[in-house]
């Protein structure tokens, strides 16, 4: 696959829809391809399948079935959430057919540069932070991805002018080709996803992917402390740009007498940045060295660190009030999100926790919960969570019926230089739709405090 042209008169199938299957169905017709979409939800509930027919675009509903690969398409662009071990997939394989995701459509057809980031953590926090510090450069930033806008709806509207920054999982980059990247972003390496992927060796293998058809002229901004990224970034072709939060680096990224550097031009103070946890730094060193790259200015980049204040429900800063700083993490909807939310804080900490009971304890909390001074608890888990916080010696047990409470309580209980944290270590389903909206309930009614 090299330009666009290739697409024309082809036969692809794409399977499943979602948004990256009907971006990329409505794309290739639109480039003269022959496209057949298949999605395994009945036609009669599938709405986008229903707009992509009055399109004139071929659409098979209900199941997957193998024998739709005997009409010789070309090629195949599949959903990233399909395995490869579906029926289909793994016969089209079989077939020799090339597999990809719309991903790699979007780099086929963009005519702006592409900064794409990856690792089991962090991805979003660093593409925002890489967005944001682009704002004002020469070329206009826009973003995509897994963060939320289909990557080739955003390339098709790119110009030369523009940069993409992608947040890319490891299940779309397996399905890349040609993929290319200007600057490509590794930020870490962890178990994870291996019910997809099968052994950590193929997990470490889709994520390499992102520098695979590097050159001298592009970069790899990867993190010097991760042995599986170091790995990769020794098979890369890509010029190296490393960072560590535990060393000093002769090139690249660091930390030295409480600032950011990178080579030796020393960046910003790291007692000034807003975003708080030890892990947000190696996003915001990963960050800071895409963004000059691509020509960000020293400016720009102090001005987000010193006023970004996270991704909404990620460690959100939501405000000072009366000396507090309080932040919002309903995003943690599990007991290893809201260890990392309270170890980011070395101040006394007002805990709200508590969602959904999935039937799990919480001791393994216990050992994060040194710095909570109060645990103001609601939600079915309440009375797990209250007997964990004993467990942890925890001064101050409150139990709320509602946010709105919690909040009030927490304030309370708080004095100046303390921290006020929702972290649920929960889902939220047992009292809201989402964790969007429990966070969105929270953000009210720390507004709400004083009046």
């Known amino acids: 696959m090299k330009s666009q042209e290739q697409f024309k008169g082809k036969k692809i199938l794409v399977l499943g829809l979602a948004k990256s299957g009907e971006a990329a169905a409505k794309l290739l017709s639109k480039l003269d391809a022959i496209v057949t979409v298949n999605d395994s939800k009945p036609y009669e509930e599938n709405e986008k399948a229903k707009e992509l027919e009055k399109l004139g675009i071929r659409v098979i509903c209900g199941h997957h079935p193998v024998e739709l ?3 010789a398409f070309d090629f195949v662009v599949k959903n990233p959430g399909i395995p490869y071990s579906n029926p289909i997939v793994s016969e089209a394989l079989r077939k020799g057919l090339t597999v990809v995701t719309e991903v790699e459509l979007a780099s086929i057809i963009s005519k702006a540069e592409i900064v794409a980031i990856t690792g089991s953590n962090g991805k979003t926090t660093t593409t925002t932070l890489i967005y944001e510090m682009l704002i004002g450069s020469k070329k206009e930033p826009l973003i995509a991805g897994n963060i939320g806008t289909v990557a080739c709806e955003v390339a098709e509207k790119a110009t030369s002018e523009n940069i993409i920054v992608l947040e890319m999982s490891s299940f779309q980059l397996l399905g890349t080709e040609t ?21 950590k060796d193929e997990y470490r293998y889709a994520k390499a992917k992102i520098t695979a058809n590097q050159s001298k002229e ?8 991760n042995e599986d990224v170091v790995l990769v970034a020794e098979t890369s ?5 490393p960072f560590s939060v535990t060393k000093k680096l002769d090139a690249g990224l660091y930390i030295k007498n409480g600032a950011i550097y990178y080579d030796q031009q020393r960046i910003v103070s790291v007692d ?3 975003l708080p946890g030890a892990h947000n730094l190696e996003n915001i060193l990963a960050a800071i060295g895409a963004a000059l790259i691509m020509g960000a200015t020293i400016e720009q980049i102090n001005h987000v660190l010193t006023t970004f204040s996270g991704v909404e429900h990620r460690l959100q800063y939501v405000k000072e009030f009366n000396g507090r700083r309080i932040y919002n993490d309903s995003k943690a909807t599990n007991i290893l999100a809201s260890q990392k939310a309270l170890e980011a804080f070395d101040q006394p900490i007002i805990l709200l926790a508590g969602g ?3 039937g799990n304890e919480f001791d393994d909390l216990v050992s994060s919960l040194s710095n909570v001074k109060a645990l103001v608890t609601f939600g079915q888990t309440k009375e797990k969570l209250a007997k964990t916080a004993k467990k942890a010696n925890v001064d101050t047990i409150l139990f709320a019926q509602s946010i709105e409470d919690a909040v009030k309580s ?3 209980q708080s004095e100046r230089g303390d921290v006020i944290l929702l972290s649920p270590a929960c889902a939220s389903w047992d009292q809201f739709k989402t964790f969007e909206e429990r966070g969105e309930r929270f953000v009210q009614a720390v507004e709400h405090l004083g009046i």
Do not use: Q
């Open 69 to 71: 690969l005997d009409e």
């Open 179 to 199: 993929f290319k990247p200007k600057v490509s972003v590794f930020l870490n390496l962890f178990d994870a996803h291996l019910d997809y992927h099968g052994t």
């Open 218 to 225: 592009d970069f790899l901004v990867f993190n010097a402390d």
């Open 237 to 241: 072709s890509a010029t190296l740009i």
């Open 272 to 274: 000034s940045i807003v």
């Open 356 to 358: 959904l009971d999935r």
């Open 410 to 412: 927490a304030y309370e």
